[in-house]
């Protein structure tokens, strides 16, 4: 079994992290928040003072942290994995950021004779604690095959997509559809409390039909409840559109519904509620149209 190390211990990593735990793998663990490290240490996993020590201390690294700045840091900065690294070794960075990004990780990891794989998360915290996210997953397919195993003791599905980046271009394709379907059936109830029916009653009669889906199905309640602890905040959802309309037009690829969805997104921010799970969306609705779901 290999030596597994974590990097990035958040909503996500936490739970991802336990369930490599659990599944009977040696872990050493590393965040740049001491509390967070505490929480796996007490668990049973060892804790590292740096990225630097994870690498020395592993066979294969995950990281799971917010986008590609702090993947480049963790990796590459002072302390970061690379200090560690030795001819053999993996990375596999699990964040979702972008695929340009990724290419170039593996490709100067790659010089070092360290494999890397892209391998974004679909899910969310649910997933990640029930150990059922889908996971996507870019490089060069033995690599893939190698961490197979290790990658579905936190997942339902692990799925190769192509060479370096593909993986983060699924997440991305993912992550669009995601923002459009939350805006829309934000629209609808919005609509339907407006024209005089009550949204609760719309989504029981049309959950079981085309337009039902798993967002539906997970977001509805937190949007009928109005809980709007993230789950996943709209800061990162921001920073996947963000990643999909740079990716898009440096391939000159117009993508007007993500755009669209990127400017509903961005009104939230500047209303203040950046933090709060996408499912906060609504609230935009709500505001031009002075009605509440
Ligand atoms: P988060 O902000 O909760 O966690 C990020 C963690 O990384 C934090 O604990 C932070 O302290 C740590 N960190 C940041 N920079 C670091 C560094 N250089 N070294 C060590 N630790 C560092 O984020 P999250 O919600 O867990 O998301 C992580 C990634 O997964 C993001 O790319 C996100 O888009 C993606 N994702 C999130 C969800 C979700 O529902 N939250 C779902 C799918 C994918």
Excluded: W
Excluded at 140 to 152: E, Q, S
Excluded at 228 to 235: K, N, T, V
């Amino acid at each position: 079994m290999y030596k597994v190390g974590f990097v990035g211990l958040g909503i996500m990593g936490l739970p991802m992290a336990k369930n490599i735990l659990k599944a009977g793998y040696e872990i050493t663990v590393y965040d740049n928040n001491d509390y967070k490290i505490k929480k796996m240490v007490d668990v049973g996993a060892k804790g590292a003072r740096s990225s630097m020590e994870v690498a020395k201390n592993s066979d294969v690294i995950i990281t799971m942290l917010p986008n590609s700045p702090h993947v480049e840091a963790a990796i590459f900065g002072e302390n970061g994995l690379a200090e560690g690294l030795s001819r053999g070794k993996a990375v596999i960075d699990m964040s979702s950021i972008s695929p340009v990004a990724s290419k170039e990780f593996y490709s100067k990891l790659k010089e070092k004779g360290v494999d890397f794989l892209d391998a974004p998360v679909s899910g969310g915290e649910p997933g990640a604690i029930e150990g059922t996210i889908a996971v996507m997953v870019g490089g060069d397919k033995p690599v893939f095959d190698k961490y197979y195993d290790l990658l579905m003791t936190m997942a339902a599905s692990v799925t190769y997509v192509g060479e370096a980046g593909s993986g983060n271009i699924a997440k991305l394709a993912n992550q669009m559809i995601v923002a459009a379907n939350i805006s829309a059936m934000s629209e609808a109830y919005v609509f339907a409390k407006k024209a005089g029916a009550d949204p609760k009653v719309v989504f029981e009669a049309i959950r079981g039909g085309l337009a039902g889906s798993r967002v539906m199905e997970q977001k509805s309640p937190k949007i009928f409840d109005k809980d709007y602890e993230p789950g996943f905040r709209i800061e990162l959802h921001i920073k996947d559109l963000q990643n999909a309309l740079d990716t898009a037009h440096n391939d000159n690829i117009s993508i007007p519904i993500a755009a669209s969805a990127m400017e509903i997104l961005q009104a939230c921010k500047v209303d203040g509620q950046e933090k709060k799970d996408h499912s906060a969306i609504v609230k935009f609705f709500e505001k031009i149209n002075n009605i509440e779901v």
